[in-house]
């Protein structure tokens, strides 16, 4: 049995009309990442930044929840699994940021992924966004980090 004529043709006509308008279309337009990624070394801890800014007329809702999920690779340790809107670091219409702080218990390749939810704003209409950022850590062994400066010898004069 086929499906009415209608809903055969509706989302064709809402695709070439531009009427329906997929998520990334959407963060493209709206807003953007901004996203800070740390040297890290064993034993010690850096803060990450993960930061959204609106774009093209929109702005972010200063009421509405905003969260950061965070889920750490096996040897890296976050502080929170899950920031919220009172751990901001920046909170402006056009600008939001957390920070992230970050400490390693091994060294590699690792990641923290971070799930954003928050909302964007124009003034006709709001519209939740949701986003998920990878942060990426090369973390060095401790040994890697910097060594105490040595002084330099002076030359010998050797006299004849």
Known sequence: MRAPLCRRLLPRFLLASGLFVAAPA?????????????????????????GIEGKNGWHLNQEAPVSLTLTPDTG???AKAKLVR?????????????????????????????????VMCQAEACKPAKE???LA?????????KPAARKAKAPKQVTK
């Open 86 to 118: 009172a751990d901001l670091a920046v909170s402006k219409p056009e600008q939001i940021r957390f920070d992230v702080p970050v400490s390693a218990k091994e060294p590699g390749a690792k990641k923290v992924v971070a799930e954003a939810k928050f």
């Open 76 to 78: 890296l340790d976050v």
């Open 132 to 134: 998920t950022i990878t």
């Open 26 to 50: 959407f963060a493209e337009t709206t807003y953007g990442v901004v996203k800070t990624e740390p040297k890290l070394v064993v034993g010690a801890s850096e803060t990450a930044t993960v």
């Open 137 to 145: 850590f090369d973390v060095a062994p401790a040994a890697a980090a």
